[in-house]
């Protein structure tokens, strides 16, 4: 099992500049998060799609935002423009989310800096 | 308000010594509870996962443990081992599971 997959894992970038991370989530899962992570707030759930719908997206900070999900093997997270307070780790997880006690699988994460 | 609080923030303990991680909730209503081990560097990984009914569940030398009236939990580690360093990060999901919160984390250090 490949487990999810994240691109690039790293991303240097002048501000102002667009970002765009990509996810691969593991085969089978329907459930696919976005999740960002810095020392200040920790992990924040940004957005999460069930069957690649968008169902939840009250994490997402502002209109910079944005996440699709065109079908079940890849979603992307894209931020435009850039702004240093961006900087953080980006993970993606996905699940199969017919029961409760599923456990979401993390990728390695993409360490944004918004320089 | 929806809270997940965990203590203590760090803990540095020796090789083969035991050690117990706390997580106190304020969620309403409780969907189940999550332990993730986060290593540096990479995505969190899941250790266990408990709902409503249950009050112990074991994953290899970690035990966690949870009490739905006082909305703890507990992880305890074995005999802990050099790998065990990591960060071990509470995570609470309520409301259907349709909300998660999550705990700051513990970071603990195993020295030889």
């Known amino acids: 099992d490949a487990g999810v997959i994240q691109s690039p894992r790293h991303e240097v970038t002048e501000m102002g500049q667009e970002v765009t991370l990509r996810c691969k989530p593991i085969?089978?899962?329907?459930?696919l998060f976005w999740y960002r992570q810095t020392m200040m707030r920790g992990l924040e759930l940004l957005i999460y799609?069930?069957?690649?719908?968008?169902?939840?997206d009250s994490g997402m900070p502002e209109d910079r935002f944005s996440a699709k999900m065109p079908n079940a093997s890849f979603s992307t997270l894209k931020i435009q423009p850039s702004e240093p307070r961006d900087s953080a780790v980006y993970f993606c997880?996905?699940?199969?989310?017919?029961?409760?006690?599923?456990?979401?699988?993390f990728g390695d994460g993409t360490r944004l800096s918004i320089l | 308000k929806n809270q997940v609080e965990q203590s203590p923030q760090s803990l540095i303990i020796l090789e083969g010594k035991n050690c117990t991680l706390q997580?106190?909730?304020?969620?309403?209503?409780?969907?189940?509870l999550r332990w993730y081990k986060q290593d540096t560097g990479r995505g969190p990984v899941s250790l266990t996962i408990?709902?409503?009914?249950?009050n112990t569940k074991s994953n290899g030398r970690y035990t966690a443990t949870l009490d739905a009236d006082t909305k703890q939990s507990s992880l305890h580690i074995t005999a802990s081992q050099l790998s065990d360093s990591a960060s071990y990060i509470c995570?609470?999901?309520?409301?259907?599971?349709?909300?998660?919160?999550f705990g700051s984390g513990t970071r603990l250090s195993i020295r030889p």
């Open positions: 997880a996905s699940s199969f989310r017919t029961r409760r006690d599923q456990p979401q699988h």
């Open positions: 085969s089978g899962h329907n459930s």
């Open positions: 799609f069930n069957n690649n719908v968008p169902i939840d």
């Open positions: 997580c106190n909730y304020t969620v309403s209503p409780f969907s189940n």
């Open positions: 408990m709902t409503f009914s249950e």
């Open positions: 995570v609470v999901s309520y409301s259907s599971a349709s909300k998660i919160i």
